[in-house]
Nanobody
Framework: QVQLVESGGGLVQAGGSLRLSCAAS????????MGWFRQAPGKEREFVAA????????SHADSVKGRFTISRDNSKNTVHLQMKSLKPEDTAVYSC???????????????????WGQGTQVNVSS
């Protein structure tokens, strides 16, 4: 059973930066597609970014493209989300997710992932 633990959230002013991390245990991290999602109050969970297992191909939502970067370190079983030029509308709970079965490709749907972390809160003040 894969366990995911996020860290790095907090309060930051608009225009600032944060780096989120997600540590995985209990599985074969290097085989999984990893994703970041976020959920703001009163809104549905939405895709932020994803990265494949081996080639490290990435995809980012249009709303964060050019500001956020997903990366992974398979030697440390960790995936990161570097966030720059943060905006108040980026305020949300950010969760990492793993797709532990099947072919590793880019997936943007929450249904494609079968392991989730508890999330970390990011608050961006104006």
């Amino acid at each position: 059973q894969v366990q995911l633990v996020e860290s790095g959230g907090g309060l930051v002013q608009a225009g600032g930066s944060l780096r989120l991390s997600c540590a995985a245990s209990g599985g074969t991290f290097s085989r999984y597609t990893m994703g970041w999602f976020r959920q703001a109050p009163g809104k549905e969970r939405e895709f932020v970014a994803a990265i494949t297992c081996c080639r490290g191909s990435t995809s980012h939502a249009d709303s964060v493209k050019g500001r956020f970067t997903i990366s992974r370190d398979n030697s440390k079983n960790t995936v990161h989300l570097q966030m720059k030029s943060l905006k108040p509308e980026d305020t949300a709970v950010y969760s990492c997710a793993a797709r532990t079965t099947g072919y590793s490709a880019i997936y943007t749907s929450t249904n494609a992932y079968d392991a989730w972390g508890q999330g970390t809160q990011v608050n961006v003040s104006s």
